[in-house]
Protein backbone atom coordinates (compact mmCIF):
# COMPACT_ATOMS: atom_id res chain seq x y z
CA UNK A 1 0.00 0.00 0.00
CA UNK A 2 1.38 3.41 -0.89
CA UNK A 3 0.25 6.82 -0.96
CA UNK A 4 2.19 9.47 -2.44
CA UNK A 5 5.68 10.30 -0.40
CA UNK A 6 3.94 7.53 2.15
CA UNK A 7 4.71 3.95 1.51
CA UNK A 8 4.20 0.70 3.78
CA UNK A 9 5.43 -2.95 4.39
CA UNK A 10 7.44 -2.76 1.50
CA UNK A 11 8.55 -6.82 0.35
CA UNK A 12 12.16 -6.27 0.69
CA UNK A 13 13.03 -6.00 3.93
CA UNK A 14 14.79 -3.65 6.38
CA UNK A 15 12.16 -1.63 6.82
CA UNK A 16 13.44 1.45 8.08
CA UNK A 17 11.56 3.46 11.07
CA UNK A 18 11.35 6.73 9.26
CA UNK A 19 10.80 8.80 12.38
CA UNK A 20 13.16 11.66 11.52
CA UNK A 21 12.73 15.14 10.09
CA UNK A 22 15.86 16.82 8.38
CA UNK A 23 15.78 20.86 7.88
CA UNK A 24 18.10 21.67 5.42
CA UNK A 25 19.19 25.21 5.40
CA UNK A 26 21.34 27.62 2.43
CA UNK A 27 23.91 29.45 4.49
CA UNK A 28 23.99 32.69 3.17
CA UNK A 29 21.61 35.16 2.48
CA UNK A 30 19.59 32.03 4.33
CA UNK A 31 21.19 32.41 7.73
CA UNK A 32 23.35 35.48 7.29
CA UNK A 33 22.53 38.95 5.72
CA UNK A 34 25.71 38.85 3.41
CA UNK A 35 27.78 35.98 2.30
CA UNK A 36 30.31 34.69 4.66
CA UNK A 37 33.20 35.64 2.37
CA UNK A 38 31.93 39.55 2.79
CA UNK A 39 32.25 38.87 7.33
CA UNK A 40 36.22 37.05 6.44
CA UNK A 41 38.06 36.45 3.75
CA UNK A 42 37.54 39.87 1.98
CA UNK A 43 38.01 42.16 4.58
CA UNK A 44 41.04 39.84 5.09
CA UNK A 45 42.35 40.37 1.95
CA UNK A 46 41.41 44.36 1.77
CA UNK A 47 39.21 42.98 -0.96
CA UNK A 48 35.75 45.51 -1.96
CA UNK A 49 33.21 43.16 -2.40
CA UNK A 50 31.40 44.32 -5.21
CA UNK A 51 34.50 44.96 -7.15
CA UNK A 52 35.37 41.07 -5.79
CA UNK A 53 32.23 39.50 -7.51
CA UNK A 54 32.50 41.83 -10.44
CA UNK A 55 35.48 40.36 -11.41
CA UNK A 56 34.21 36.79 -10.92
CA UNK A 57 31.51 37.32 -12.94
CA UNK A 58 33.10 39.09 -16.07
CA UNK A 59 35.55 35.49 -15.63
CA UNK A 60 32.73 32.88 -15.89
CA UNK A 61 31.22 34.75 -18.52
CA UNK A 62 34.62 35.37 -20.84
CA UNK A 63 35.59 31.33 -20.20
CA UNK A 64 32.38 29.45 -19.75
CA UNK A 65 33.62 28.17 -16.75
CA UNK A 66 32.00 27.33 -13.40
CA UNK A 67 31.31 30.32 -11.24
CA UNK A 68 32.50 28.70 -7.88
CA UNK A 69 35.53 26.93 -9.23
CA UNK A 70 36.44 30.54 -10.07
CA UNK A 71 35.67 31.96 -7.17
CA UNK A 72 38.11 29.65 -5.37
CA UNK A 73 40.63 30.32 -7.54
CA UNK A 74 40.39 34.10 -7.64
CA UNK A 75 40.87 33.88 -4.19
CA UNK A 76 43.69 32.05 -3.73
CA UNK A 77 44.95 34.31 -6.34
CA UNK A 78 44.76 37.48 -4.55
CA UNK A 79 45.65 36.00 -1.26
CA UNK A 80 49.08 35.32 -3.28
CA UNK A 81 49.08 38.72 -5.09
CA UNK A 82 49.34 39.95 -1.21
CA UNK A 83 51.44 37.20 0.09
CA UNK A 84 48.93 36.46 2.64
CA UNK A 85 48.69 32.46 3.23
CA UNK A 86 45.25 31.05 4.10
CA UNK A 87 45.09 27.65 6.40
CA UNK A 88 42.39 25.81 7.86
CA UNK A 89 42.96 27.73 11.44
CA UNK A 90 42.94 31.14 10.17
CA UNK A 91 39.57 29.95 8.11
CA UNK A 92 38.55 28.87 11.95
CA UNK A 93 39.61 32.14 13.13
CA UNK A 94 37.11 34.28 10.35
CA UNK A 95 33.87 32.39 11.87
CA UNK A 96 33.65 34.51 14.50
CA UNK A 97 33.16 37.51 12.54
CA UNK A 98 29.48 36.22 11.05
CA UNK A 99 26.47 37.97 11.39
CA UNK A 100 23.20 36.20 12.01
CA UNK A 101 19.93 37.16 11.10
CA UNK A 102 17.53 38.30 13.66
CA UNK A 103 16.33 35.36 15.99
CA UNK A 104 18.77 32.37 14.54
CA UNK A 105 20.73 31.79 17.81
CA UNK A 106 17.55 30.36 19.47
CA UNK A 107 15.92 28.97 16.03
CA UNK A 108 17.27 25.45 16.75
CA UNK A 109 16.46 25.35 20.60
CA UNK A 110 12.73 26.40 19.59
CA UNK A 111 12.72 24.20 16.80
CA UNK A 112 13.47 21.39 18.30
CA UNK A 113 11.52 21.55 21.30
CA UNK A 114 8.32 22.03 19.30
CA UNK A 115 8.98 19.28 17.61
CA UNK A 116 9.48 17.44 21.02
CA UNK A 117 6.53 18.54 22.63
CA UNK A 118 4.18 18.43 19.44
CA UNK A 119 5.35 14.73 19.10
CA UNK A 120 6.24 13.53 22.85
CA UNK A 121 9.77 13.17 21.72
CA UNK A 122 8.52 10.25 19.50
CA UNK A 123 9.88 12.57 16.49
CA UNK A 124 13.39 12.84 15.79
CA UNK A 125 14.75 16.28 14.34
CA UNK A 126 18.16 17.15 12.40
CA UNK A 127 19.46 20.08 11.10
CA UNK A 128 21.97 20.04 7.98
CA UNK A 129 23.52 23.03 5.89
CA UNK A 130 24.38 22.82 2.77
CA UNK A 131 26.34 25.75 1.30
CA UNK A 132 28.52 26.87 -1.77
CA UNK A 133 30.55 28.80 0.58
CA UNK A 134 34.13 27.35 2.94
CA UNK A 135 33.30 24.32 5.38
CA UNK A 136 36.39 25.85 6.71
CA UNK A 137 34.37 28.79 7.65
CA UNK A 138 31.61 26.90 8.54
CA UNK A 139 33.16 24.55 11.19
CA UNK A 140 33.80 27.58 13.15
CA UNK A 141 30.44 29.02 13.02
CA UNK A 142 28.92 29.55 16.79
CA UNK A 143 25.31 27.90 15.45
CA UNK A 144 27.51 24.33 14.19
CA UNK A 145 26.29 22.49 17.59
CA UNK A 146 22.79 22.58 16.34
CA UNK A 147 24.04 20.94 13.28
CA UNK A 148 24.49 17.06 12.30
CA UNK A 149 26.26 17.82 9.38
CA UNK A 150 27.52 20.07 7.14
CA UNK A 151 28.03 19.94 3.03
CA UNK A 152 30.24 22.93 1.67
CA UNK A 153 33.17 23.50 -0.62
CA UNK A 154 36.82 22.75 0.50
CA UNK A 155 40.27 23.44 -0.32
CA UNK A 156 43.41 20.70 -0.58
CA UNK A 157 45.69 22.15 1.71
CA UNK A 158 49.23 21.53 1.24
CA UNK A 159 52.03 19.84 4.06
CA UNK A 160 52.06 23.18 5.78
CA UNK A 161 48.07 23.46 6.08
CA UNK A 162 48.38 25.93 3.51
CA UNK A 163 44.72 25.88 1.13
CA UNK A 164 46.35 25.55 -2.59
CA UNK A 165 43.40 24.50 -5.05
CA UNK A 166 39.62 23.51 -4.50
CA UNK A 167 39.09 20.11 -3.70
CA UNK A 168 35.52 20.35 -3.17
CA UNK A 169 33.10 22.52 -5.36
CA UNK A 170 30.05 22.74 -4.29
CA UNK A 171 27.16 24.26 -7.06
CA UNK A 172 23.73 25.04 -7.27
CA UNK A 173 23.13 21.71 -8.94
CA UNK A 174 25.48 19.62 -7.01
CA UNK A 175 23.74 20.34 -4.04
CA UNK A 176 21.01 18.07 -4.57
CA UNK A 177 23.89 14.95 -4.19
CA UNK A 178 23.76 15.93 -0.41
CA UNK A 179 19.91 15.72 -0.12
CA UNK A 180 20.06 12.05 -2.11
CA UNK A 181 22.74 11.74 1.12
CA UNK A 182 20.10 12.81 3.82
CA UNK A 183 17.75 10.79 2.18
CA UNK A 184 19.63 7.56 2.16
CA UNK A 185 22.19 8.30 4.89
CA UNK A 186 24.71 8.17 3.55
CA UNK A 187 26.66 11.31 4.35
CA UNK A 188 30.02 9.91 4.45
CA UNK A 189 31.29 11.45 1.04
CA UNK A 190 33.24 8.18 1.03
CA UNK A 191 29.57 6.34 0.65
CA UNK A 192 28.41 6.19 -2.70
CA UNK A 193 24.63 7.16 -3.08
CA UNK A 194 24.50 5.49 -6.85
CA UNK A 195 23.10 1.95 -5.93
CA UNK A 196 19.24 1.23 -5.66
CA UNK A 197 17.92 1.64 -2.64
CA UNK A 198 14.31 1.03 -1.62
CA UNK A 199 12.45 4.06 -0.68
CA UNK A 200 11.23 1.86 2.51
CA UNK A 201 14.83 1.59 3.46
CA UNK A 202 15.73 5.40 3.68
CA UNK A 203 16.20 6.98 6.90
CA UNK A 204 14.65 10.34 6.00
CA UNK A 205 12.19 10.34 3.35
CA UNK A 206 11.69 13.63 1.05
CA UNK A 207 8.29 14.11 2.47
CA UNK A 208 10.19 14.62 5.90
CA UNK A 209 12.55 17.42 4.51
CA UNK A 210 12.41 21.46 4.91
CA UNK A 211 14.36 23.00 2.73
CA UNK A 212 15.04 26.92 3.49
CA UNK A 213 16.63 29.08 1.12
CA UNK A 214 16.62 32.50 -0.09
CA UNK A 215 17.25 32.67 -3.96
CA UNK A 216 17.27 31.30 -7.30
CA UNK A 217 20.75 29.01 -6.32
CA UNK A 218 18.32 27.11 -4.73
CA UNK A 219 15.81 26.09 -7.38
CA UNK A 220 17.70 22.96 -8.13
CA UNK A 221 17.24 21.80 -4.21
CA UNK A 222 13.88 23.53 -4.09
CA UNK A 223 12.43 21.40 -6.90
CA UNK A 224 14.16 18.25 -6.46
CA UNK A 225 12.02 18.01 -2.63
CA UNK A 226 8.98 19.71 -3.87
CA UNK A 227 9.02 16.97 -6.29
CA UNK A 228 9.22 14.47 -3.71
CA UNK A 229 7.10 15.04 -1.89
CA UNK A 230 8.81 17.49 0.75
CA UNK A 231 8.32 21.03 1.35
CA UNK A 232 10.72 24.48 0.95
CA UNK A 233 10.42 28.03 1.97
CA UNK A 234 11.89 31.26 0.60
CA UNK A 235 13.13 33.63 2.94
CA UNK A 236 13.98 37.41 2.10
CA UNK A 237 15.30 40.37 2.58
CA UNK A 238 13.03 43.79 3.14
CA UNK A 239 14.27 45.02 -0.37
CA UNK A 240 12.51 44.74 -3.71
CA UNK A 241 14.67 42.45 -5.52
CA UNK A 242 14.76 39.92 -2.87
CA UNK A 243 10.92 39.79 -2.48
CA UNK A 244 10.46 39.57 -6.05
CA UNK A 245 12.46 36.64 -6.51
CA UNK A 246 10.90 35.03 -3.42
CA UNK A 247 7.19 35.66 -4.85
CA UNK A 248 8.64 34.35 -8.27
CA UNK A 249 9.61 31.02 -6.28
CA UNK A 250 6.11 30.71 -4.80
CA UNK A 251 4.01 31.62 -8.05
CA UNK A 252 6.01 28.60 -9.68
CA UNK A 253 5.15 26.30 -7.20
CA UNK A 254 8.87 25.90 -6.08
CA UNK A 255 7.95 26.99 -1.98
CA UNK A 256 5.34 25.94 0.27
CA UNK A 257 5.21 30.13 1.41
CA UNK A 258 8.20 32.98 1.97
CA UNK A 259 8.49 34.81 4.51
CA UNK A 260 10.87 37.24 6.05
CA UNK A 261 14.37 36.85 7.47
CA UNK A 262 13.57 37.03 10.82
CA UNK A 263 13.72 33.46 12.40
CA UNK A 264 12.96 35.09 16.05
CA UNK A 265 9.12 33.80 17.86
CA UNK A 266 7.09 36.17 16.65
CA UNK A 267 8.38 36.03 13.14
CA UNK A 268 5.92 35.14 10.54
CA UNK A 269 8.64 32.11 9.80
CA UNK A 270 8.39 30.57 12.72
CA UNK A 271 4.68 30.87 13.12
CA UNK A 272 4.25 29.62 9.62
CA UNK A 273 7.37 26.70 10.36
CA UNK A 274 5.42 25.45 13.33
CA UNK A 275 2.35 24.89 11.10
CA UNK A 276 4.30 22.93 8.57
CA UNK A 277 6.33 20.83 11.69
CA UNK A 278 2.21 19.77 12.37
CA UNK A 279 1.73 18.45 8.74
CA UNK A 280 4.96 16.69 8.47
CA UNK A 281 4.77 15.47 12.67
CA UNK A 282 0.97 14.42 11.07
CA UNK A 283 2.31 12.77 8.37
CA UNK A 284 4.80 10.84 10.38
CA UNK A 285 2.48 9.67 13.00
CA UNK A 286 0.13 8.30 10.54
CA UNK A 287 2.79 6.42 8.49
CA UNK A 288 4.02 4.94 12.40
CA UNK A 289 0.74 3.57 12.80
CA UNK A 290 -0.10 1.80 9.75
CA UNK A 291 3.30 0.32 10.84
CA UNK A 292 1.81 -0.85 13.72
Known amino acids: MWIRGLKYRGSEGNVMKQDSIAIIYDFDGTLTPKTMQEYT ?30 YMR ?16 EFLKMSKD ?32 ISAG ?13 IKKIFASEYYYNKDNIAVFPKIVVTDTT ?22 M ?10 NMIYIGDGLTDVPSMALIKKEGGHSIAVYQNNKTQIKISEGLLKANRVDFIAPADFSERSKLYKNMQY ?6 AKIKYRLKLKS
Not at 74 to 89: G, M, N, P, Q, R
Not at 177 to 187: D, M, P, S, T, V
Open 134 to 146: HLEILEGISIKKY
Open 98 to 129: IEYYNGVSSWFDRVNQYVNCTSNSKIKIYHYI
Open 74 to 89: HLLDCAAEKHVSISKT
Open 41 to 70: LLPRLGIKSKNFWADIVRETKKTGAETMMV
Open 198 to 207: AEIKRPIPFD
Open 276 to 281: LLDYVI
Open 175 to 196: KTQYLFRINKGKENLSDSINEH
